[in-house]
């Protein structure tokens, strides 16, 4: 992001990043738990985030680990599954990237909905765009439709994230859906929304604070 901020506390439409995305999830349930995966070097920024937009909702922090895999495996240390008497009460954990913040409620839902009906959920979006494979010295035309982009948040019943993440870290798990279809489950795609984008350039915040606007506009009319 050519900045010495970490990227999810830049702001967009004077809000940083990460609260657009914390407050979607806030605004589909005021009641859901939130578990914040940080740097401990980045905990005074979020600090200052409370401060300066008055947040007062009570969230966990986990330290951010090595990799992804490390990170998310701390978080769901903050998930509690205790129930009354001792008993064990399944939850749905959804994983999101924080630089996801044009997330749409409808995706939430649909995400936590089917997680709930088949123990797990990832949104994806058709790809649009011709593809080709590349296999040692030549590439190969391959049918588009038969692939697509996933997306976050991608939920799980609580007890089938946290057994997935017991097994060993390895450096092919680019994403929870890979931790979880190591062990066996078949994972479940839902629709996912087009603006879901993952900020991770200048030219992706350009965008994605167009697209704030004509949602602005939109709701406006």
């Not at 970490?6 to 349930?29: A, M, R």
């Not at 599954?81 to 939850?91: A, L, M, Y």
């Not at 994403?175 to 200048?202: C, W």
Request: hydrophobic share 40%; net charge negative; aromatic share 8%.
């Amino acid at each position: 992001m050519n900045s010495p901020l970490p990227k999810q506390f830049i702001k967009l439409n004077n809000k940083p990043i990460l609260l657009h995305s914390i407050d979607k999830f806030l605004e589909t349930d005021p009641n859901i738990e939130i578990i914040l995966v940080l740097q401990p070097d980045h905990l005074k920024y979020w600090e200052q985030v409370c401060q300066e937009f008055l947040f007062h909702k009570t969230i966990s922090i986990a330290n951010s680990g090595e990799t992804r895999f490390h990170s998310v495996k701390n978080g769901l240390e903050f998930v509690n599954e205790e129930g009354p008497d001792d008993s064990v009460q399944t939850s749905i954990v959804a994983i999101h990237d924080a630089v996801r913040p044009l997330v749409s409620t409808k995706t939430i839902l649909s995400a936590y909905k089917a997680a709930e009906m088949y123990g797990n959920a990832v949104p994806a979006v058709p790809i649009n765009d011709s593809i080709r494979q590349i296999e040692s010295t030549r590439t190969i035309a391959v049918d588009r439709s038969r692939f697509c982009v996933t997306q976050t948040p991608q939920c799980f019943r609580s007890d089938i994230i946290k057994k997935a993440y017991l097994q060993d870290y390895r450096y092919t798990f680019t994403d929870d859906a890979m931790v979880v279809e190591a062990t066996g489950e078949h994972i479940k795609l839902v629709d996912g929304n087009p603006d879901n984008i993952k900020i991770t350039s200048p030219k992706d915040l350009v965008i994605a604070e167009a697209l704030l606007k004509m949602e602005g506009q939109t709701f406006a009319r």
